[in-house]
C-alpha cells in the first residue's frame, strides 16, 4: 500500500513539473500563436518521419515501443501551457499520454500508400496543442503498416529525431536498446541554461566581427520594399530553386576544402559571397548558420538544443576562393567558442541591431545538415542518407523510410536560404526566398552560379 501511494505521488509530481521556456521556444510561440500565422509556416516547424514496415504488426507492440520511448526520451511528453500570469511555460505529460492512433485504409499499392502517408503528414499541428507527439499507425494490408512520427520542432530537431527514430525501431523490432535518455530537465538546466549573455568578451567578440555592417546593396526585402520587412511567419509566397551535383563531384569540392584548411560548409559560404559580388558588387555577406551538435555534451539531449552563430565572409579574406574559406572556418571555429543565449534563438538583437544600423538584417541562412554524422553511425544508415522509398532489413523486420518533404517557408526573415542536402545518389542544392526578393530567373542564376563557383576548386 505504501508503495503504490509513493507511486501515485510521484506520478503527480511528474505531471506538475514545469521548465522556462527555451530561447528556441521564446521564439517560436509568438508567431505560431499569431492568428495570422500562414499554414506553410506551421508545417514547416515539424518534425516529421514516415516508416513503412513489412511484415505488418500488431498495433499493441508499437503502442509498448512508444512507452518505452516516452519513459527514455521524456522531451516526447512536453507541451507547452500559459500560467495564471500569463506567461508561456514547459510542461512534462503523465507517460500514458503519449498514445497510438491507428486508421486502417486497406490494401494500396507501394504509391498509392506512399501517397496517402504524405496527405496524412500534413495535417496542421499547432504549438498549443495538448500534445506534441502526434504518432499514427496507417495499415494497408499486405503492403504492411505504416508509422507515421510527427513531433514539433519546438521539442527536438532533426539530430533528435533520428534518435528517436532509431530507438523506436529497435523497440519495435526487439533490439537491445541504445543505451540510457537524458531528461529534459537535464537538458534545460545543463545546455540552455548555462550559455553567456551578450555581454563581456563574449558580446565583444561578436560585435568585433560583424560590425560596422556590410553596406547595403541592390538586393534583399528591405531594397524591394521600399524599408518595409514582412514578418516571417506570414509569407506565404516562397520561391524554391533546386540544383543538383554529382556525388562525385560532391565528394571532391569536400576532399579538396579539407585538405586546404576549410571545410565543404565554409566553402558554400564563400562561394556564395563570391556570387553576390559578382552579380550585384557587394564586397561583404553576413549570415547566420546552425551549430552542429554530433559530438560532445549537445549529443546527449533529445530536445531543441540547435544554436545559430552568425558569420561573416569578406572579399577581403583571402586572394582566393579557397583561401576565403579557410579564412571563414578559422572565423567560425572562434565563433563556436563565443555562443550565447542570443543565438539560441534566429531573430535576436544583434541581428535587430544589424537592420537598425545599416537596414540589411542577416541576410543568409545556410545549412549543411551536420545530422549527417548521426546517419553514418547509425544502424539506419541506409535510411537516413536516403532520399526514401527504399525497405532495410532491421532484425525480424523491413523498414523503409517514407520521404516526406515539408512545405517550403522561410524559417527566419533571411533574403535567402540555401540548403545542401547530400542524399546517396545526389547533392541537392535548395535556394529558397520569399517571392518579393528575387524574381525566379534571379534565383536560378544564382543556384547556377553558386554551383559554378563550388565546382572550380577542382580545376
Not at 521564446?26 to 515539424?46: G, I
Not at 512508444?66 to 527514455?72: G, R
Not at 545530422?371 to 536516403?386: C, E, N, Q, T, V
Not at 535556394?431 to 534571379?442: H, I, K, M, N, P
Request: hydrophobic fraction near 40%; charged fraction near 25%.
Amino acid at each position: 500500500m505504501i508503495l503504490r501511494k509513493k507511486a501515485r505521488d510521484d506520478a503527480e509530481v511528474a505531471e506538475i513539473q514545469t521548465f522556462p521556456m527555451t530561447e528556441m521556444q521564446k521564439f517560436m510561440l509568438p508567431a505560431l500563436t499569431d492568428p495570422d500565422c500562414v499554414r506553410c509556416f506551421k508545417q514547416f516547424f515539424y518534425q516529421v518521419q514516415g516508416l513503412r514496415i513489412k511484415p505488418g504488426i500488431t498495433p499493441r507492440r508499437i503502442e509498448r515501443g512508444l512507452k518505452k520511448l516516452a519513459k527514455k526520451h521524456d522531451v516526447l511528453r512536453l507541451a507547452f501551457r500559459k500560467s495564471e500570469g500569463g506567461t508561456w511555460q514547459g510542461v512534462l505529460l503523465p507517460v500514458d499520454d503519449i498514445t497510438l492512433t491507428v486508421e486502417d485504409y486497406g490494401s494500396m499499392s507501394p504509391e498509392d500508400l506512399r501517397a496517402k502517408v504524405r496527405e496524412v503528414a500534413e495535417n496542421t499541428m499547432e504549438i498549443d496543442d495538448e500534445v506534441l507527439a502526434d504518432f499514427r499507425m496507417l495499415r494497408f494490408g499486405d503492403e504492411g503498416d505504416a508509422i507515421l512520427f510527427r513531433l514539433h520542432h519546438a521539442l527536438t530537431d532533426a539530430f533528435g529525431m533520428m534518435v528517436l527514430v532509431e530507438d523506436l525501431v529497435r523497440f519495435i523490432a526487439n533490439l537491445p536498446g541504445g543505451g540510457d535518455g537524458y531528461s529534459y530537465s537535464d537538458f534545460v538546466t545543463k545546455v540552455d541554461g548555462k550559455l553567456p549573455d551578450h555581454s563581456g568578451e563574449t558580446g565583444a567578440y561578436w560585435d568585433d566581427l560583424l560590425f560596422p555592417a556590410p553596406a547595403a546593396v541592390n538586393f534583399g526585402r528591405l531594397a524591394n520594399k521600399g524599408g518595409e520587412d514582412t514578418p516571417f511567419h506570414l509569407i506565404e509566397d516562397i520561391r524554391d530553386h533546386n540544383v543538383m551535383m554529382s556525388v562525385a563531384d560532391y565528394e571532391a569540392i569536400t576532399e579538396i576544402a579539407q585538405k586546404s584548411g576549410a571545410s565543404v560548409f565554409t566553402l558554400v559560404l564563400a562561394a556564395l559571397n563570391d556570387v553576390m559580388h559578382d552579380k550585384y558588387g557587394s564586397e561583404s555577406i553576413i549570415g547566420r548558420s546552425v551549430m552542429g551538435r554530433n559530438a560532445g555534451e549537445l549529443s546527449n539531449f533529445i530536445g531543441f538544443a540547435l544554436r545559430f552563430p552568425l558569420w561573416r565572409v569578406n572579399m577581403s579574406d583571402g586572394d582566393t576562393l579557397l583561401d576565403r574559406a579557410k579564412s571563414v572556418r578559422s572565423q567560425m571555429q572562434r565563433s563556436m567558442t563565443n555562443i550565447t543565449k542570443e543565438l539560441g534563438r534566429p531573430i535576436n538583437r544583434i541581428d535587430e541591431r544589424l537592420k537598425a544600423e545599416n537596414g540589411i538584417g542577416t541576410q543568409f541562412f545556410v545549412h549543411v545538415p551536420s545530422a549527417d554524422a548521426k546517419a553514418k553511425s547509425s544502424m539506419l544508415a541506409g535510411l537516413f542518407r536516403s532520399q526514401g522509398d527504399v525497405m532495410m532489413k532491421v532484425g525480424p523486420i523491413e523498414v523503409e523510410r517514407i520521404a516526406l518533404p515539408r512545405p517550403p517557408a522561410m524559417g527566419a526573415p533571411n533574403d535567402l536560404t540555401v540548403l545542401v542536402l547530400p542524399f546517396d545518389d545526389a547533392t541537392q542544392v535548395t535556394l529558397r526566398c520569399d517571392a518579393s526578393v528575387f524574381e525566379d530567373d534571379e534565383l536560378g542564376d544564382i543556384g547556377s552560379r553558386l554551383i559554378e563557383k563550388l565546382l572550380s576548386v577542382k580545376t
